[in-house]
């Protein structure tokens, strides 16, 4: 296979200046005209090959003659032509078929609307062109549609002239102001409803803003408009960036790859990051709304005014607006709880991706698919790495850092390099050894000791740090990290912090620098044994090796300054009873809850001054894929029964408080977004998953939860309790769910997923039932991600079933998929990655599944890199 190397980077031999499109849809295929004019980069003799594929030529012309079959080549992927001018014009027209697309790259139709998708390597299906970030142009593009079936027919930047042709059929040109790259090219065409509302920058330039749904759904839309004026606001305020253009616009469709896309002036998104309502969506659909929302507008400036150079500079425009959108909502929202929230979603994705065979640093060296490196490591980690840049600068610093890259690169297309450049130099900073981390693949290890020292009242912390070897990397080098802790004394309070020969003290959180394979530091002045607090706010993207005893941790969760390590001290005393647990189990030993656990909880659960949604996230035991990667050989059986055990002892022993706690979260949360609902709902929903174990009032309160209907997250986690149940009612519930919201998609994938995510030993034959349901197809990706990728990631008892029946399922589904869509087929593979994880037998099974893929043929080349390479 072809293998791409960033080393191999060359500067393009043609820049484009201006592109011309006239795209005519047509019902029995589109034909695209295009007019390049273009321009030789230096000075060389080497032909212009053109990217493009799957297009059917139907005229070329150079300079406004047309060219002799002799005088270009064509063949699947390229279009080369010879002897250009120092300047030339070049015209083709093609033919393309958007109905026949079922990859949903490039232009396709989603439920008769045409839409585009060009990131990463899209627009070669469109057109012929230079189909690299690098080279950036004017766009001018012209759409002639029907004027029933596209009376809406849109593209970047602003409609400039339309007109109609007779036939029923009209036009409209639309031009880019801004010079863009392909992969930022849009074009949506539909009978589409629009939304309308305006923002006025702080420059009081007044921006159009639409939001394009299909009819029926305009009443779906507040809250995307809401998070998008709000992050307009921020990136004004936090960045000092402004929007460009005099129209915003967004378009929601059913069927697409990602959650959106951020092309100029023109945002596509899955309909799922755009459609809400409280009957509809839950909580965690709306945070989702909100932060995708907020992510692509800001890629306007982060991706789109500066743009990357190549697709191995993803994590500039991606870990950046990563970063960008966690910030935008912990500012929204509670800072803490979103930032438990993203570290959980770190360690759940990318810690065993960064530890598995497709390991990979935040800057790839290689890839033959682009597509599969929109990974949790460019995305997640590479936002870790930006903010670990942003503590070890601060606010001020990251912002004049920030201030300067745009003001360097403000219309350039551009690398990582760049960027650190830019923070360096705005800040007379040295981030030389930092730069490891674009490079360096593995999860750091932070291996730390504590000693009290009481005769001299000094405390000594040892760190020291470890990457595992990683495929193609078996040397790592010791990484510079911010790591933040605080001491904290017996009355709870945080300790002044001094290091021996510093002169003063100051109180709370410490951030001190990492840059050695192993560091010490010695604080002094310290009266008495404090409780260390490390890691605060998970300053560094790490796995943190501290032996803290149970005492300590029950402390921290009531007294910590730091909530997220008020949370991670909860989840690391949960850790430690239920892998205890474990042991137990596999020794044959009885199962007893220790009380320290029951009473940390208990104290937690009564803490009426906390934040409701940190105390819901603090008595969530961590899941049973969590518990997983702290075990050397995965038991997958034991973990689950385990934490079924945990659950059920503690409600017994915690009944009255969290009946009480239920019922007062109930009576104060009010249907809709408000953030004290939402959190009031989320410690209710956590109550329930308690309660729901006890025989008596488990099942009475799941059911009254779901009858009453009063938001979509409150009946969602009542029939997720009822879909894991033996219960009678269990058939009639999913029964009742479908028939209520069968002509709304979003919400069934929530009905797929509860049942294919459900803890029982039949889950498997359900699944199986469900993937031939009227209602299941391969051809929606969310419906694909609501049912096979739930099971295959979040349900792990049933995907690791010992007969290899999971497993057996979702590998066939994964090739039948890979015909129609492998980029989301590709993405289906990951867990299979995992095998080393597992005990002999299922090993051989997981192994035999990659093995029966790669011999697929007619394998995709998405599908065949990641499963090749989880064979490693
Ligand atoms: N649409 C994807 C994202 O915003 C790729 N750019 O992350
Ligand atoms: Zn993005």
């Not at 059913?254 to 959106?260: E, H, L, P, Q, V």
């Not at 009227?774 to 929606?780: C, I, V």
């Given at each position: 296979p072809d293998v791409i190397h960033l080393e191999d980077y060359r500067v393009p031999d043609f820049l484009i200046e201006h592109v011309e499109l006239h795209v005519d849809l047509g019902d029995g295929g589109t034909r695209v005209g295009s007019r390049l004019t273009l321009r030789r980069n230096g000075e060389h003799g080497r032909p212009l090959v053109l990217h493009g594929e799957g297009l059917e030529l139907l005229s070329i012309a150079l300079d406004g003659k047309s060219l002799a079959a002799g005088r270009y080549r064509l063949d699947d992927e390229t279009l080369t032509v010879e002897g250009l001018g120092a300047e030339a014009v070049l015209e083709t027209e093609c033919r393309i078929d958007p109905d026949g697309?079922?990859?949903?790259?490039?232009l396709y139709r989603s439920n008769g609307t045409f839409c585009t998708q060009?990131?990463?390597?899209?627009?070669r299906k469109i057109t012929w062109y230079l189909?690299?970030?690098?080279?950036m142009a004017r766009f001018r593009t012209t759409i002639v549609g029907?004027?029933?079936?596209?009376p809406v027919m849109l593209s970047n930047g602003n409609p400039v002239a339309s007109g109609t042709t007779g036939d029923n059929r009209h036009w409209v040109t639309w031009e880019d102001p801004f010079p863009k790259p392909s992969y930022l090219f849009a074009l949506v065409a539909g009978d589409l409803a629009v939304v309308e509302d305006s923002f006025t920058t702080r420059s009081g330039r007044e921006v159009a803003l639409r939001i394009y749904v299909e009819?029926?759904?305009?009443?779906?839309?507040g809250h995307a408009m809401t998070a998008l004026k709000h992050a307009m606001a921020w990136d004004e305020r936090v960045y000092g960036r402004e929007y460009d253009l005099d129209i915003f616009m967004i378009v929601a469709v059913?069927?697409?790859?990602?959650?959106?896309m951020e092309n100029k002036g023109l945002n596509v998104f899955n309909a799922k990051y755009i459609l809400a309502k409280p009957e509809t969506a839950t909580d965690v659909d709306f945070d989702g709304i909100e932060s995708v929302v907020a992510h692509e507008y800001f890629h306007?400036?982060?991706?789109?005014r500066v743009t990357c150079?190549?697709?191995?500079?993803l994590t500039l425009k991606e870990g950046l607006t990563v970063f960008r959108d966690q910030q935008f909502s912990a500012d929204m929202n509670s800072a803490a709880v979103k930032r438990i929230a993203d570290v959980q979603r770190l360690r759940a994705a990318q810690f065993p991706e960064d530890g598995g065979p497709l390991a990979h640093p935040i800057?790839?060296?290689?890839?033959?698919?682009?597509?599969?490196?929109?990974?949790a490591t460019v995305y997640e980690k590479g936002a870790e790495v930006i903010r670990m840049i942003h503590r070890l600068l601060g606010t001020d610093g990251f912002r004049k850092g920030s201030d300067l890259y745009f003001e360097r690169h403000d219309g350039q297309a551009v690398t990582t390099e760049d960027f650190v450049a830019a923070m360096e130099d705005a800040n007379d900073a040295d981030l030389g050894q930092f730069r490891r981390w674009y490079v360096q693949a593995g999860t750091p290890r932070l291996i730390c000791s504590g000693d009290y020292d009481a005769a001299d009242g000094s405390y000594l912390l040892t760190v020291r740090q470890e990457t595992p070897a990683t495929p193609g990397q078996p040397e790592k080098a010791p990484l510079h990290m911010p790591f933040a802790v605080g001491l904290i004394g017996r009355d709870g309070a945080d300790l002044p912090l001094r290091l021996a020969g510093e002169n003063s003290a100051e109180a709370g959180t410490r951030v001190l620098q990492l840059r050695e394979a192993e560091s010490r530091f010695r604080f002094v002045d310290i009266p008495e044994r404090p409780v260390a607090s490390l890691l605060r706010g998970f300053s560094a993207p790490v796995r943190l090796e501290f032996a803290q005893p149970a005492e300590d941790l029950a402390f921290r969760m009531a007294h910590d300054s730091d909530d997220f390590n008020r949370w991670e001290a909860a989840q690391e005393l949960q850790n430690k009873v239920l892998l205890g647990l474990v042991a137990d189990r596999r020794a044959g030993r009885p199962l007893v809850l220790p009380d320290m656990l029951a009473e940390a909880l208990g104290t937690a659960l009564d803490?009426?001054?906390?934040d409701p949604s940190l105390l819901a996230l603090m008595l969530t035991l961590p899941g049973e894929v969590m518990l997983a990667?702290?075990?050397?050989?995965?038991?997958v059986e034991a973990i689950h029964d385990v934490r079924e055990f945990a659950v059920k002892a503690l409600a017994e022993r915690l009944r009255d408080r969290l009946l009480a706690r239920y019922r007062a979260c109930h009576a104060a949360a009010r249907p809709g977004f408000d953030g004290a609902s939402m959190a009031a709902r989320h410690l209710q929903n956590a109550c329930l998953a308690y309660l729901?174990?006890?025989?008596?009032i488990g099942r009475e309160t799941a059911l009254a939860q779901y009858r009453e209907r009063r938001t979509m997250t409150e009946t969602m986690a009542a029939l997720a309790r009822i879909a894991a149940s033996?219960?009678?009612e269990r058939d009639e519930a999913l029964a009742d769910f479908h028939a209520a919201w069968r002509n709304d998609p979003l919400v069934i994938d929530k009905w797929f997923t509860v049942q294919a995510t459900?803890?029982?030993?039949?889950t498997l034959e359900h699944v199986l039932a469900l993937a031939g349901h009227?209602?299941?197809?391969?051809?929606?990706p969310n419906r694909v991600r609501a049912l096979i990728g739930a099971f295959a990631s979040a349900n792990p008892t049933a995907f690791h079933r010992a007969d290899g029946a999971g497993y057996d399922f979702v590998a066939e589904r994964i090739l039948a998929l890979d015909a129609s869509n492998p980029q989301v087929a590709a993405r289906l593979i990951a867990p299979f990655g995992?095998?080393?994880?597992?005990?002999k037998a299922r090993q051989e099974r997981m192994l035999n599944q990659l093995k029966r893929i790669v011999s697929q043929?007619?394998?995709?080349k998405d599908v065949r890199e990641v499963a090749s390479k989880s064979l490693n």
């Open positions: 697309n079922t990859a949903l790259e490039g060009c990131e990463a390597e899209g627009f189909d690299r970030p690098d080279v029907d004027r029933t079936t596209q009819h029926g759904n305009e009443d779906r839309c059913s069927d697409f790859n990602m959650g959106a306007n400036w982060t991706g789109n150079r190549d697709w191995f500079q800057q790839p060296q290689s890839y033959i698919e682009i597509n599969n490196f929109y990974t803490d009426d001054g906390a990667q702290h075990m050397e050989v995965i038991d729901s174990q006890l025989d008596d033996d219960w009678p459900a803890a029982r030993a039949d009227e209602d299941f197809t391969l051809r929606n995992q095998w080393r994880r597992y005990d043929p007619g394998l995709s």
